[in-house]
């Protein structure tokens, strides 16, 4: 017999029916979500979802059809839990525990794309929509993987009941809910996992992770290319889009963006709660906050970055200081370029020593593509200190004459004295940000501690 037969004969519309049930009553038992955001080194990151849940104690989420019309009580094998609407596509590096710790069973592709059919038609059964070839046709299309290729046919048939040149049902015919599912499972399909029968009705913590692909912020315009140099200086922040998944489907949301060792949080803000607790500004290296949510369209949060005071900045701001007194002293104190550019290679080789240092300081690290993107004009000014530093040696070794030696020595001198006033006011103004961003997001009096510290609700 073929998989698609299996599939078909397993669930039915019954099955979509309890399944429905559950996915619309996700905020009754579901009581907390968290999920953690976690940039790996290079492109790759990490999102772990743990969900405290208690699973309805219904026999009819049975995986196996002859124990749906038993008792709770005497189904012994396992039961359909479904637990998230994850975005189409290729889950790479999936990982799920249970309760107990062990691998937690999920449902295969057509499984899940099945039981998504079900839960549609039945959800259509109950508006007055009975289902037919031309309407199954429609939904298998929607479920299935070209799902969210096909958003604007989904919204014609949303809107007006058209999927392509066949009229499915009449304009508004169908509620609001009933919209948003089928959007929804268009673009997303629907994690379903098998736990024991026997744990249903008990509340119990399950785990899922899996790769993240960092998104780093367009550099689409002028503004947004000038940015980066200015976040890498400290003269402003940097905003980072973070997923958010099914923040409206539970009692309370809760979203941890793990800071990489090179970056400071400044804000972590919950985008589409009213919540006080929605936005963290604490600066802790894992930011946290929390909330509840009237809609599940709530997709993104917002981080805010700043580039922290040591590693590849301190090392920047080390090379324009350096670079800055040994091109300052050559040019400004009396008869010192002369002796310079007459010391022979001895000068020569200690001026060459300098680069070498430099360029070591600023060599590649192992670090997240988001540290990197934002440390890269950094490690860029920093090598460009090491050339300059280079040049002023080579001018001396091949005898560069005047006015071309002043002006590369004096140009040295310049740039780099302005480089580390630069970076010595971004330090200076680090602070004054981090007070706006809690004078924006004030920590509530209820979340304080005796001792004035932030209490965090986990």
């Avoid at 007006?160 to 399909?189: H, K, T, Y």
């Avoid at 119990?204 to 200015?230: C, E, I």
């Avoid at 922040?237 to 949301?253: C, G, Q, R």
């Avoid at 001198?413 to 330090?427: D, E």
Wanted: aromatic share 6%.
């Amino acid at each position: 017999m073929a998989d698609g037969e299996n599939v078909g004969r397993r669930f039915d519309d019954r099955t979509g029916e309890v399944v429905l049930d559950a996915v619309m009553r996700w905020p009754e038992w579901v009581h907390r979500r968290v999920e953690s955001v976690q940039p790996l080194e290079g492109d790759r990151g990490r999102i772990r979802h743990s969900i405290d849940c208690t699973p309805p104690p219904d026999p009819r989420l049975a995986y196996d059809p002859g124990d749906r019309r038993r008792r709770l009580s005497r189904v012994e094998g396992d039961a359909l839990v479904p637990l998230a609407m994850v975005a189409k596509g290729p889950m790479r590096q999936f990982d799920a525990v249970g309760s107990d710790g062990a691998a937690l069973p999920l449902l295969t592709m057509s499984d899940g794309r099945e039981i998504a059919l079900h839960v549609l038609r039945w959800a259509l059964g109950r508006e007055g929509i009975l289902p037919g070839p031309s309407i199954d046709r429609a939904l298998r299309a929607i479920v299935g993987p070209r799902g969210p290729r096909l958003t604007a046919q989904i919204d014609a048939l949303v809107t007006g009941g058209r999927w392509g040149a066949d009229r499915l049902w009449g304009d508004g015919a169908v509620s609001l809910e009933l919209s948003d599912l089928i959007r929804d499972l268009g673009s997303n399909f629907l994690l379903v996992a098998l736990v024991p029968a026997t744990q249903l009705g008990r509340r119990q913590v399950v785990k899922f992770s899996f790769h993240w692909s960092v998104q780093l912020p367009a550099d689409a315009s002028v503004g947004a290319r000038l940015a980066r140099p200015l976040a890498a200086f400290g003269l402003r922040t940097t905003t980072l889009a973070v997923p958010m998944m099914n923040a409206s489907d539970t009692e309370s949301y809760h979203l941890e963006f793990r800071t990489p060792p090179e970056l400071d949080c400044i804000s972590l803000s919950l985008a589409g709660s009213s919540s006080e607790t929605a936005t963290d500004t604490s600066g802790q290296a894992i930011a946290h906050a929390h909330g509840r949510f009237e809609t599940g369209h709530a997709a993104t949060a917002e981080v805010e970055l700043l580039v922290r005071r040591r590693g590849a900045w301190r090392a920047t701001w080390g090379a324009a200081v350096v670079t800055a007194i040994v091109s300052v002293l050559a040019v400004a104190l009396p008869g010192a370029a002369e002796v310079l550019r007459d010391s022979g290679n001895g000068g020569s080789a200690l001026m060459l020593a300098a680069p070498a240092l430099l360029i070591g300081l600023a060599a590649a690290r192992r670090e997240s593509s988001l540290s990197s993107w934002l440390l890269s004009p950094l490690r860029s000014v920093t090598i460009g200190f090491a050339l300059g530093l280079f040049a002023m040696a080579g001018s001396i070794v091949g005898g560069l004459t005047s006015p071309w030696i002043d002006l590369l020595w004096w140009a040295m001198a310049a740039v780099s004295s302005v480089v580390a006033l630069v970076l010595s006011y971004g330090a200076v103004s680090a602070s004054a940000r981090r007070a706006r961003a809690v004078a924006r997001y004030p920590v509530p009096d209820h979340e304080r501690t005796p001792e004035g510290e932030r209490h965090v609700d986990r």
